[in-house]
């Protein structure tokens, strides 16, 4: 350890984002930048000689996945996982990892998973500055929604797609129909960005819930739900591993 900090790791094969994460750690008066690689040789070596409290790991790498890379540590550091691809977002919790980053990362988002790192026991006292706390914490798994005079408890993991009714948005889950006044950004700024995808100007889609995809549909159990051509570099992207 460096004094009271948390030594980090950036292990990524992309330069852009080896030098955002090293900026971000940098801002970060907790966190310590100890090294960057672009493979796992390079960090196993790393790791090797040095002590690593923390690795943001790019879970798309040459050779070996990610998460791979950590079930092959026989006393892995902590971990942060990042990613452009939301399907490995369940692998990568499962493996017990403090947080997933969905690329591009913000540095508030980038903030709230260092907070969660500060939770953890480590052998760190300090807790992040007033002013650098993230604005979004807890996360929640569910939302309310206001419909017929009162306020309706949704579980996210219900939820199988939102559709936007100008004024209005209609949330579909496999039970039930809940439509509620206000707009599809608002319920959008409320769903994690790791199982939620943005189809069309008017529909929110959950990934978990989609049975099959063309370049212009998306089924979800029973419905047919468009993606528009603005969004349908982001929804390939996204679903290209799926």
């Given at each position: ?6 030594n ?12 955002l ?17 672009s493979?796992?040789v390079d ?6 000689q040095?002590s690593?409290?923390?690795?943001f790991?790019?879970?798309q ?8 890379f ?12 990042t ?28 903030l ?16 992040l ?10 996360e ?22 939102v ?7 209609k ?7 809940i439509v ?22 008017s ?16 089924q ?9 051509r ?13």
């Open positions: 350890m460096n004094g009271k900090k948390i980090c790791l950036i292990v990524d094969d992309e330069p852009p984002a080896l030098q994460m090293e900026k971000y750690i940098n801002a970060v008066p907790v966190l310590h930048f100890a090294g960057k690689c493979n796992a960090a196993m070596s790393i790791l090797q040095n690593i409290d923390l690795i790991l790019d879970i790498m040459p050779h070996i996945l990610g998460t791979d950590i079930r092959a540590l026989i006393n892995p550091p902590k971990v942060v996982f990613t452009a691809f939301r399907k490995f977002a369940v692998e990568g919790f499962e493996l017990d990892a403090v947080d997933y980053l969905l690329k591009p990362i913000s540095f508030e988002r980038f709230k998973a260092v907070n969660k790192v500060m939770k953890l026991n480590l052998p760190v006292v300090p807790t500055p007033q002013d650098m706390m993230p604005k979004n914490e807890p929640r798994s569910f939302l309310f929604l206001r419909a017929d005079r009162k306020n309706l408890k949704i579980q996210l993991h219900e939820i199988l797609f559709e936007s009714l100008k004024d209005y948005v949330v579909v889950t496999k039970d039930r129909t509620s006044k206000q707009s599809i950004s608002a319920i959008e700024e409320n769903l994690p960005e790791e199982a939620f995808l943005r189809i069309h100007r529909f929110i889609v959950s990934i978990s819930k989609i049975e099959s995809f063309t370049a212009g549909l998306i979800v159990g029973k419905y047919e739900l468009p993606v528009s603005s969004y349908r570099h982001e929804v390939e992207k996204a679903l290209k591993h799926f």
